[in-house]
C-alpha cells in the first residue's frame, strides 16, 4: 500500500467521525468541547476517568471505541471525553513533531475540566486517572509529567517518550503508570525510532522499555519482585499479551507493561479501523479499559 494511500485511508476514518460536544468550557479564549457520563445513582464521591482520543479522532468516536461507559456504571465512577482542537493533542513531544495542528494549552485545558467536573459532581481528588491511544497515549503523558498533582494513574496506549519529554518530565509523586504497545505497530516503533505516518517524519521516540523505566525508577519499584502473565488463549488473532507488573513500589505507585506480541498500533479489545497491512494486527486478548480499571483500582 503506498504511503499516500495510507494517508488517505487515515483521513478518511478519523475525519468523517463526528463530534456531538455534550458540553464546552471557555479556556485560554477556546470554547473546548466534551462529553462527560455519570453512572445513575452516584452518591459519595467517585474516581473520574479522562480517555484521549488519538489524533484526528473524536471525542464521540473514542467514547463509542472504548466503551468505558459500561465500565463506569458498573463500578460507580464518572468518564470525561475531551475534544482535542482541529482533532490533536498538544502534548508537547518535541520539535521533531512535524505539522502539528493545534498550539493550544491542553494541560490547562485537562486541568480546568477537573475542576470543572468536580465542581458539578461528587468527585474523588485522589483518584483521578487518564488513558489515551496514540497523540493520546502522549498526551497522558504529558499529564503524568506535568499534572501528577492531580493524576494518579495513566493508560498509555500506542505511544513513548521522546528525549524531550524524558528530560522535561518532573511528577511530583508516585503514580501507577501502564504501558500498552505493540511489538509490531507500523507507526510508533516499539524499539524506539523514527515515527512517520504516510511519509511524513513525526519526530524519533524512545524504546517502550525505557519509557518503563522512567517510572520504574520514579516509583522506586523493587523490580525483582515482577509478576509476569502470558495471555494467549485466542490464536487466530495472531497476538499474544505479556503483562509484566510491578507493585512493589513506593506509596501510590506502580508499573505494568503490556507487551503485544505481534500486536499493531491498535488498542487490544479494539476496532480494526484499518486494514492490517495499514496498521498491523488488533489483540482480541482483553479489553483494554477493563484491565486499565483493574490495574488503578488496586493502587
Known amino acids: ?30 470554547a473546548r468541547e466534551f462529553w462527560v457520563f455519570v453512572p445513575d445513582g452516584l452518591r459519595t ?14 471525542a464521540a468516536g473514542w467514547r463509542a471505541e ?5 465500565l463506569a456504571q458498573a463500578n460507580g465512577f464518572i468518564v470525561v471525553y475531551p475534544q482535542g482542537v482541529n ?33 458539578r459532581y461528587p ?33 498509555v496506549i500506542a505511544a513513548q517518550f521522546t528525549e524531550e519529554m524524558l528530560a522535561d518530565c518532573a511528577p511530583v509523586r508516585p503514580l501507577r503508570v501502564a504501558v500498552i504497545n505493540g511489538t509490531d505497530d507500523p507507526i510508533i516503533p516499539y524499539d ?55 507493585d512493589d513500589c513506593a506509596s501510590g505507585g506502580a508499573a505494568a507493561l503490556y507487551r503485544v506480541v505481534g500486536g499493531g498500533h491498535t488498542m487490544p479489545g479494539g476496532s480494526q479501523y484499518l486494514p492490517r497491512a495499514v496498521i498491523g494486527n488488533v489483540s482480541r486478548e482483553m479489553h483494554l479499559p477493563t484491565e486499565l480499571w483493574r490495574f488503578w483500582s488496586e493502587g
Not at 2 to 17: G, N
Not at 66 to 70: R, S
Open 123 to 155: 468527585i474523588n481528588l485522589t483518584r483521578v486517572y487518564a488513558m489515551g491511544f496514540s497523540n493520546g497515549g502522549f498526551m497522558s503523558l504529558r499529564l503524568a509529567c506535568d499534572l501528577s498533582a492531580r493524576i494518579a494513574g495513566i493508560g
Open 192 to 246: 524506539g525510532g523514527a515515527v512517520q505516518v504516510s511519509g511524513l517524519y513525526r519526530g524519533d521516540v524512545l524504546p517502550t522499555d525505557e519509557t518503563l523505566g522512567f517510572w520504574l525508577d520514579h516509583n522506586a519499584c523493587n523490580t525483582i519482585h515482577a509478576t509476569t502473565t502470558v495471555l494467549n488463549e485466542r490464536p487466530l488473532d495472531a497476538t499474544s499479551i505479556e503483562i509484566t507488573q510491578y
Open 45 to 58: 464521591p467517585a474516581p473520574l476517568v479522562i480517555a484521549l482520543h488519538g489524533g484526528g479522532g473524536t
Open 87 to 119: 482533532r490533536e493533542w498538544n502534548e508537547e513531544r518535541g520539535s521533531g513533531l512535524t505539522q502539528r495542528r493545534t498550539d493550544a494549552d491542553d494541560v490547562g485545558f485537562i486541568n480546568t475540566l477537573i475542576d470543572l467536573i468536580a465542581a
Open 1 to 30: 500500500m503506498s504511503q499516500r494511500l495510507l494517508f488517505v485511508l487515515i483521513a478518511l476514518l478519523w475525519f468523517t467521525l463526528p463530534v456531538h460536544a455534550q458540553d464546552t468550557v471557555i479556556h485560554d479564549g477556546i
Open 66 to 70: 472504548t466503551d468505558w461507559d459500561t
